[in-house]
């Protein structure tokens, strides 16, 4: 069983910095792409940022600049530090990820979720 926690959400004020993190555990193989995506109230799900397997990383116009993706392989685990925050990043951040787990045997690839961390920006 193949579980993506995140974790680092919480109340800042616009200006300030979170760290996000997504840590995967169970019967992994190999974690390929890994997003982090937001969703607002009332607004569609957004990709936010990619990092490959390779370490290159792609950011959406609204956060580049201002947040930085990173993973640690070592220990299943991917970041997102936001810096410069402002009230329009309020959302919900989710983390996915395309990973190869091992289940009985055979190597299974598909995309994990997490469930989701709550980020508000608001003075």
């Known amino acids: 069983q193949v579980q993506l926690v995140e974790s680092g959400g919480g109340l800042v004020q616009p200006g300030g910095s979170l760290r996000l993190s997504c840590a995967a555990s169970g019967s992994i193989f190999r974690i390929d792409a890994m997003d982090w995506y937001r969703q607002a109230p009332g607004k569609q799900r957004e990709l936010v940022a990619t990092i490959t397997s390779g370490g290159s990383t792609n950011y959406a116009d609204s956060v580049k600049g201002r947040f930085t993706i990173s993973r640690d392989d070592s220990k299943n685990t991917m970041y997102l530090q936001m810096n410069s925050l402002k009230p329009e990043d309020t959302a919900v951040y989710s983390c996915?990820?395309?990973?190869?787990?091992?289940?009985?045997?055979?190597?299974?690839?598909?995309?994990?979720w997490g469930q989701g961390t709550q980020v508000t920006v608001s003075s």
């Open positions: 996915k990820a395309d990973l190869t787990s091992v289940v009985v045997g055979l190597r299974v690839k598909r995309d994990y």
